[in-house]
C-alpha cells in the first residue's frame, strides 16, 4: 500500500547514508563496482523524487575519508563513476542545484574539475540543492572547522567569549544547508559512520536493511512516512509539544 505523506511535514533536508552496493553486486557474482554503477541509478530516482517532493536539501554520502582506505581499484571505480554520472541534464531537468562537500584537493584533479564545473553550471536551479559527500568525514570537517576559529582568534579578528553553537555551525563547510531532520541509512548497519556528527545532534534516524541499488521511491515514502509518524520533542515534554503544535 502506498503511504500517505502529509505534505506539509516534509523534511527541509534529508541526509542519506547510501550503503550495500557491495553485497548487492557480490549477491549477485559481480564485481563491487557494479553495485556502485546500480546506485547511481538510485542517486537519479530519488534525486527526482526528493525534487517533487519539495525537499530542499538532499545531502548523499557518496565516498568517505576512511573510503580511501578500499582496494585501489574500487577507489579508482569510484572516481571515475563520479567523473561519468554528473551529467548536466539530470540536475537541468529537475531544476537541482549541485554541490559537493569535502576535502576535494585529495580527489583527481580530473574529477575536481568536472566537480567544479557541475556546480558552476546548476548554480542557479533551485528547486532543490543536492549535495555530495566526498572525501569526506564529519571528524574531517570539525577539525577543519577548529582551524580557521582558531586562525580568526590568534588574529584577533574573534574572542573567545563570541564562540558559541553558531560560530561553530557557521565554520562548517556544510554551512550552507540547514540540519538534516531526517538520516536514512540503506544497507542494515546500525552507525553513522564519520558522518554529519554535528548537525545530526537532533535529526530523526531511519535504517533499512534495503541495500541501496534497490531502494525506490516507495521506500524513501516509508521512511518519510515513519519520520512523519514521530513526535519531535527537542527535550520538552509530549504535553508542552501538544500545546505547541495547538496554538500554532
Ligand atoms: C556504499 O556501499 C558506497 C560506498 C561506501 C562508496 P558499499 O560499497 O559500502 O557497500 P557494502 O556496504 O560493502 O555492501
Ligand atoms: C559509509 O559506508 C560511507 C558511505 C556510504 C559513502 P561504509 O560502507 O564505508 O561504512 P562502514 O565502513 O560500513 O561503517
Ligand atoms: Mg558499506
Known amino acids: 500500500m502506498a503511504e500517505e505523506l502529509d505534505m506539509k511535514r516534509i523534511p527541509e533536508h534529508i541526509a542519506i547514508i547510501m550503503d550495500g552496493n557491495g553485497r548487492w553486486a557480490t549477491e549477485r557474482n559481480k564485481p563491487r563496482s557494479y553495485g556502485h554503477q546500480a546506485g547511481v541509478d538510485t542517486v537519479r530516482r ?15 554520502y557518496t565516498f568517505s575519508t576512511e573510503n580511501w582506505n578500499r582496494p ?33 584537493k585529495r580527489l583527481p584533479e580530473a ?39 582558531a586562525k580568526k582568534v590568534a588574529e584577533g579578528v574573534l574572542s573567545i567569549d563570541e564562540i558559541d553553537e553558531s560560530t561553530i555551525s557557521k565554520h562548517l563547510c556544510t554551512n550552507f544547508m540547514p540540519d538534516p531532520e531526517l538520516l536514512i541509512r540503506t544497507g542494515g548497519e546500525l552507525r553513522i559512520s564519520n558522518y554529519l556528527l554535528w548537525q545530526l545532534a537532533y535529526s530523526e534516524l531511519y535504517f533499512c536493511n534495503t541495500y541501496w541499488p534497490d531502494f525506490m521511491e516507495a521506500d524513501l515514502h516509508k521512511a518519510i512516512a515513519d519520520y512523519q509518524s514521530r513526535q519531535r520533542r527537542f527535550g520538552k515534554t509530549e504535553k508542552q509539544v501538544e500545546l505547541e503544535q495547538e496554538n500554532k
Open 46 to 60: 530519488i534525486t527526482s523524487e526528493c525534487t517533487r517532493l519539495g525537499v530542499k536539501f538532499l545531502t548523499l
Open 72 to 104: 585501489s581499484d574500487e577507489v579508482a571505480a569510484l572516481m571515475g563513476l563520479v567523473l561519468t554520472s554528473l551529467e548536466d541534464e539530470i540536475f537541468m531537468k529537475n531544476n537541482v542545484r549541485f554541490q559537493v562537500v569535502g576535502d576535494i
Open 111 to 149: 574529477v575536481q574539475q568536472k566537480l567544479q564545473e557541475t556546480m558552476e553550471h546548476t548554480a542557479k536551479n533551485y528547486a532543490m540543492t543536492m549535495v555530495i559527500a566526498l572525501s569526506y568525514s564529519a571528524r574531517w570537517e570539525m577539525t577543519e572547522a577548529t582551524k580557521s576559529i
